[in-house]
């Protein structure tokens, strides 16, 4: 499991050059393995590569995605309420558009925080819009649909 949840954030983190300025996503990736490898050593072995590990990779990323997301909110709203170095949009849109949308709407609901940027919630939009579009596109190339 550690090995196959491995594989994957450091494959994207080497595919995707954005990826590697951020410091989110490294977060995300370290709260990840850490977790497939205490269910691993814990609870139980799943074989690497198997559709049941790819489906745990995918619930283990969807929550710490949204957790992290809404970290980034609030380190850029401390950040803002403090007049020191943001967190870059550009961050926050990438964390939105692996999956944490969820958590980002959370985060500007709770933090009130680019809930009130238009131009900011045009985008956040776009990011939901191309994540489905980018779902719906894997899972017609896996012929699952």
């Known amino acids: 499991m550690v090995l196959t949840f491995s594989a994957i954030l450091i494959g994207l ?10 410091s989110f996503y490294i977060l995300h990736s370290a709260i990840v393995i850490l977790s497939a490898y205490f269910v691993q050593t814990h609870y139980f072995t799943v074989t690497p590569f198997v559709p049941k590990t790819f489906l745990l990779f995918l619930v283990f990323h969807l929550v710490s995605i949204n957790l992290v997301t809404m ?4 380190v850029d709203k401390r950040a803002a309420i403090r007049h020191d170095w943001r967190v870059s949009e ?11 949308w969820i958590g980002a709407y959370v985060a500007q609901k709770w933090f009130h925080h ?8 045009h985008i956040f939009l776009l990011m939901i819009i191309a994540e489905f579009a980018a779902i719906w596109i894997i899972l017609k190339y896996l012929k699952l649909i």
């Not at 680019?114 to 919630?121: F, G, I, R, V």
Request: net charge positive; hydrophobic share 35%.
């Open 71 to 74: 970290i980034a909110y609030y």
């Open 114 to 121: 680019k809930n009130a940027k238009k131009s900011y919630q």
């Open 90 to 100: 550009n961050t926050l849109h990438t964390l939105e558009f692996l999956g944490g």
């Open 13 to 22: 983190l080497a595919l995707l050059r954005p990826l590697q300025k951020n």
